[in-house]
């Protein structure tokens, strides 16, 4: 039996200390923290149980890493590549976290009948997350790298007034301007009213392959593999049908470790989800930009209508990347820029990835060659910059 890479695995940072901080949000759900310290081949104590003692150790910036949609940190720490906590450990960031947020496959909420929005993450998973970590490192400089709907979700925060002191974001694929190819519009105006009404399936899952034959399940799968002769791999057609326009639409092929593109850990990593918020993403796409779900939901009246709105006023300087092959979120990162840039001038950055796609920037086998190392540049100029308006976001 061909070994299998375990679900949820810790095994990608063996030099790590590791210690979670689970959390509830103020409409009641359970997420959870994971921190990563850099063990150097010291008495390795800090941070194991949680003490505050242990935790304050230390003096460098913390990086946060924020997924996307059915994924989950597990893309931050894959044994099979050399992950991002593990390059973010070896280029002086000793003091990593991930966050588990109500999106993460960790949790059961994505198949759930509540429905949630990117509005409730912004509201309600970042703000407390955030308390978190302050309570644990203090006033030290906190950057952000966030993927996908991750990266949405946080800017609409950021950008909405619910969370503030980030001194530097790294935004993947997509930020506050979602735009995605003419297929991806036609399957958002109708997928999720089809996929609850017509097919009575309340969530979409890359496992459909393994449903009994002949169910429902089973069945959209083979009619979705019948369209995907690039490969073998049934989870990798149901990533491209559930999030882009392609063959295949998520990552370029060659771009993945072979360890990743097998059916079990393609499912592992990006798992199933609901289809309630493939309609605030519908929206947003048809506004042109990250825009409020229900602007009637008193809930959330607090935040912003139209994320955009106050632009030039946020402080933190965000590198936008994405790659010239991206099948999700297409130029969605090329226009955020262009546009804050007008709002901000020169104080945000692009940067093209040549041959990449959406989400093998964080997962491909060479991203600790091509893609890594600009994040890790960005986030030490910004630790060190004295311009005004990066000052106003620094906690020093």
């Not at 063990?39 to 990086?63: F, P």
């Not at 429905?115 to 998973?125: E, F, R, V, W």
């Not at 326009?245 to 092929?253: E, L």
């Not at 009246?301 to 402080?315: G, K, M, N, T």
Request: aromatic share 10%; net charge negative; charged share 25%.
């Amino acid at each position: 039996m061909e070994h299998r890479i375990p679900r949820f695995t810790l095994d990608g940072v063996p030099d790590a200390e590791i210690t979670v901080y689970p959390f509830a949000t103020e409409d009641d759900l359970g997420l959870k923290l994971t921190r990563f310290q850099h063990d150097h081949g010291g008495d390795g104590g800090h941070g194991a149980g949680g003490s505050d003692e242990g935790d304050e150790r230390g003096d460098g910036d913390v990086v946060l890493l924020l997924h996307g949609l059915t994924s989950s940190s597990d893309i931050f720490v894959m044994p099979e590549i050399t992950n991002l906590v593990t390059f973010l450990h070896r280029n002086g960031f000793d003091d990593v976290w991930t966050l588990d947020f109500r999106m993460s496959s960790h949790f059961p909420y994505d198949i759930e009948t509540r429905g949630s929005t990117l509005d409730d993450i912004a509201h309600y998973d970042y703000p407390p997350a955030l308390a978190e970590i302050r309570r644990h490192v203090g006033e030290r400089r906190i950057h952000v790298i966030a993927h996908c709907l991750g990266s949405v979700s946080f800017c609409m925060s950021l950008f909405g007034g619910a969370v503030d002191g980030i001194t530097s974001l790294v935004c993947n694929s997509v930020a506050l301007t979602p735009r995605v190819p003419a297929w991806s519009k036609a399957k958002l105006a109708f997928a999720a009213t089809a996929f609850e009404y017509v097919f009575g399936l309340p969530y979409i899952d890359p496992r459909f392959s393994d449903a009994p034959p002949f169910s429902r399940r089973w069945l959209l799968a083979k009619a979705v593999s019948a369209f995907h002769p690039e490969c073998r791999e049934p989870a990798c057609h149901m990533q491209s049908f559930m999030w882009g326009s392609g063959r295949p639409a998520m990552y370029v092929h060659r771009n993945l470790a072979r360890e990743t593109h097998t059916h079990e850990r393609l499912a592992d990593l990006n798992g199933a989800t609901g289809v309630q918020y493939y309609r605030h993403v519908n929206k947003m796409v048809r506004a042109g930009r990250a825009v409020k779900c229900d602007p009637e939901d008193l809930r959330h009246a607090a935040l912003p209508d139209d994320y955009l709105e106050r632009a030039a006023e946020v402080s933190t300087p965000i590198l936008f990347l994405t790659g010239d092959r991206n099948n999700v979120f297409t130029d969605s990162n090329i226009v955020c820029h262009r546009i804050l840039d007008r709002a901000a001038p020169g104080r945000h950055e692009l940067q093209l990835l040549p041959g990449y796609g959406h989400i093998d920037p964080i997962i491909g086998k060479n991203a600790h060659i091509d893609v890594f190392p600009r994040m890790v540049d960005f986030i030490k100029r910004q630790a060190g910059v004295s311009e005004p308006w990066q000052r106003a976001s620094m906690r020093t």
